[in-house]
């Protein structure tokens, strides 16, 4: 039997799926400006993108815009928030309740974007009754026994990194079926796992590598 992730074709390119949500933003900031139309050049200009690749993205949403005038923004809006989910309520559990768990946890923007955090679990027993933003604060022993009341099977990964593959793998085996990944460390799990790795810090470390970039071309001027 083939691996699923072999076995499934995903139908929309993740790179699209990840500009997506920026011709969103610009969308609704030019609708907040009262603006009806918006053309692909437009929105390449202002998210530094070629109009070619807005308007392929865009051809996966099933939006057409018209001819010099773009695509109609109320409707626009509409039809990549119901594409991208964010109109649907995805409900989720927060694993590692330090500083960057806890800010997300106060991160009333999720819920916005369709994920509503439900519950944070952590090993320390101090935190266990207590909340953040009136979000519940678990031992991480209750999570299996939470989860089978609630059916949350979106997980959060905000724990240390020597703690992560051990962390997701309580996970896994109490139902979780998606997880988004904070840690730098790459979980193993099983392909029928959906993981969606976020690393501040390989972003740190990009923007760090382009700072020095330029401090050495101006030296070299």
Do not use: C
């Not at 979106?154 to 240390?160: A, K, Q, R, S």
């Not at 790459?186 to 990009?206: E, F, M």
């Amino acid at each position: 039997m083939p691996h699923l992730k072999s076995a499934i074709e995903f139908h929309v390119p993740e790179p699209t799926l990840r500009r997506l949500p920026w011709y969103l933003a610009f969308a609704k900031l030019i609708l907040k400006k009262g603006e009806s139309f918006l053309s692909s050049t437009q929105i390449a200009r202002n998210i530094s993108v070629d109009a070619s690749m807005v308007a392929k993205d865009l051809s996966y949403v099933k939006i057409s815009g018209k001819t010099r005038v773009g695509y109609d923004v109320k409707e626009l809006v509409a039809v990549l928030e119901v594409f991208l989910g964010f109109t649907n309520s995805h409900q989720a559990y927060l694993f590692g309740v330090g500083s960057l768990g806890g800010a997300l946890m106060h991160d009333n923007g999720l819920e916005q974007f369709g994920l509503e955090i439900m519950a944070g679990f952590d090993v320390k027993y101090e935190l266990s009754g207590t909340s953040i933003n009136h979000i519940p604060i678990h031992h991480i022993d209750r999570f299996a026994e939470l989860q089978k009341q609630t059916g949350v099977n979106i997980g959060i990964l905000t724990v240390p990194v020597d703690k992560a593959q051990e962390v997701s793998e309580v996970m896994v085996a109490g139902g979780i079926k998606a997880i988004w990944n904070f840690t730098p460390y790459r979980i193993v799990v099983p392909d029928k796992i959906v993981v969606q790795n976020t690393s501040i810090y390989a972003h740190l470390a990009v923007m760090f590598n382009r700072l020095n970039a330029l401090k050495e071309l101006d030296v070299n001027r």
